[in-house]
């Protein structure tokens, strides 16, 4: 079983892209989420930890959730309101977004404790790891979860708006690397994490404090993969038609996972273990699955069949 923990929010998106407004389209999302559902649909073990309001919005991510087959015996629930952003997308595709996220469900999680024995692996990042109170909590699981001997994945997936000290989070960051198997990261969060205008340096180090391999995700010039010793994976981006990139990269992050779990590499020591063929074929996987999600608007993962 792998536990994915993080926020599950409602992303507005417009209708269509125009010059004037446009109406606004609710989409389900949030980054946690897009992996707890894509790794449900490829068909991993998975599990959600996360707090959701019982709101008309929350039943409909709940719904998602178990038609995605992700398991749903770890979830809270919360009379709060559920997150929202709203999301804009330029002309390539990429999106930026808005966040709404004063008193809402998500963010008023609690430690859940030690999490059941079946669970192999932990993902976590984006908003869940900046927002407080639920910051702490999810910070919680990483450290005791990985001292359980369990995989922790992390994708911080900066939404930089809502870091009010960039250089405390930058020092929380570099005190999670330890506690980290696998770290996926865009290259624009690793020079936003850095503070450098080239994510390389960054990832080359940061793989040697701690984490099997750092994922780096580079739009357009594909994905590639540093080994603590060094060694570099590459692969280009899969074709396909881009509607926009919302939840490209989580996909990419189940994708990784869910390929790890199937040919027997999610446990710390096979994960450390792994050979550069591995990540190739491993990345390979996750940017076809990935050019899927950008085929069509919002975040919606691609489902086994259509990468058989």
Partial sequence: ????????LVDLVPERPA???APLVPR???????????????????????????????????DRLEKSDVDTSLLRRGTEP????????GPDGSARYVFHVDGTADRLIGDPGPLPDHVRAVALGTLSLVLE??????????????ARGRVVALDPNIRADLIEDPDAYRA????????????????????????????????????????????????????????????????????????????AGDTAQAALLHWLDVHGLLDRASLHAAEPPDWAAALSFAARAAAVTCS????????AAELA
């Fill in 1 to 8: 079983m792998i536990v994915v923990g993080g926020e599950a």
């Fill in 19 to 21: 010059p004037e407004l």
């Fill in 28 to 62: 389900l999302g949030g980054g946690p989420y897009n992996v707890a559902v894509a790794l449900g649909r490829l068909g991993s073990a998975v599990s959600m930890l996360t707090r959701i309001s019982t709101d008309h919005f929350g039943q409909a991510l709940v």
């Fill in 82 to 89: 559920t997150t929202t952003a709203l999301a804009t997308t």
């Fill in 133 to 146: 109170p639920g910051a702490s909590a999810y910070e919680a699981v990483l450290r005791r979860e990985s």
């Fill in 172 to 247: 929380r960051f570099d005190e999670w690397l330890a506690d980290v198997d696998l770290l996926k990261v865009s290259a624009e969060d690793a020079c936003w994490l850095a503070a450098e205008d080239d994510p390389m340096p960054a990832v080359q180090r940061w793989a040697k404090r701690g984490p099997a391999a750092v994922v780096l995700t580079r739009g357009a010039d594909g994905l590639a993969a540093v080994t603590r010793d060094g060694t570099v994976a590459e692969v280009p981006r899969a074709e396909s038609a881009v509607v926009d990139t919302i939840g």
């Fill in 296 to 303: 069509r608007p919002g975040a919606e993962p691609p489902w």
